[in-house]
């Protein structure tokens, strides 16, 4: 593993597609389609993550719904723009692609490793039941000066140390990605469902 993005962040999954293959976009004529994976948790819950797929890694065209995949690649951010401002949003970069049996290695099911950077200065904050959480925003470097930003969360002890982080601070985590919806007011008036993805952090160091 020689390629800098693949060392510095690194996504495995493993679930049931779920969705058809929608188009999203194109470079140097080869053609980038989203499809959903709902991933199982430990729990009875589930993660439904989106991924972002090569037509030349799988027949777009073929309906998988319920069929098992295994997906290894990065996971990327971009910002669209949107109500005059700019949106997070977040898929897994699918690099390597393979159909599975089922899910029942649900312990390897979700992965993620980051290498990244504090871009913003952590939230910590308590919950009504006292669990103490922090929200951090990590800054990952990719080639050619881009980066993608992933919302990071971390639970109680995590949550304390990185409570301290300050920004520019070099971090690698590990843990997993999951989605969670949530109501997004638009107005007086009205307001959508719309679901946010993060990486719950497992474990972490502070290199700087």
Not at 9 to 26: L, R, T, W, Y
Not at 55 to 70: A, P
Not at 89 to 117: C, T
Not at 161 to 183: K, T
């Amino acid at each position: 593993m020689t390629d800098k993005i693949i060392e510095n962040n690194q996504v495995s999954i493993m679930g049931k597609i779920i969705s058809d293959f929608s188009f999203s976009h194109e470079v140097f004529g080869e053609g980038f389609y989203m499809v959903d994976i709902s991933v199982q948790r430990l729990s009875d819950s589930s993660d439904v993550i989106p991924v972002m797929i090569s037509e030349r890694l799988i027949d777009v065209t073929k309906d998988y719904r319920e069929s098992y995949i295994q997906i290894f690649g990065q996971f990327r951010s971009y910002n669209r723009h949107e109500e005059k401002r700019n949106r997070l949003v977040l898929s897994v970069f699918a690099r390597e692609v393979s159909f599975v049996e089922d899910d029942s290695d649900k312990v390897k099911s979700n992965q993620i490793y980051l290498d990244g950077y504090i871009c913003k200065a952590p939230v910590y904050r308590r919950t009504p039941l006292g669990r103490e959480i922090a929200d951090m925003l990590l800054a990952v470097n990719r080639p050619y000066g881009k980066s993608d930003y992933i919302p990071c969360i971390c639970w109680g002890r995590n949550a304390r140390f990185a409570s301290g982080f300050e920004v520019g601070g070099h971090v690698q985590v590990w843990g997993r990605i999951q989605s969670r919806e949530y109501v997004k007011k638009l107005n007086e008036e009205s307001a959508e469902k719309r679901t946010a993805y993060e990486v719950s952090v497992s474990k972490m160091e502070y290199l700087a």
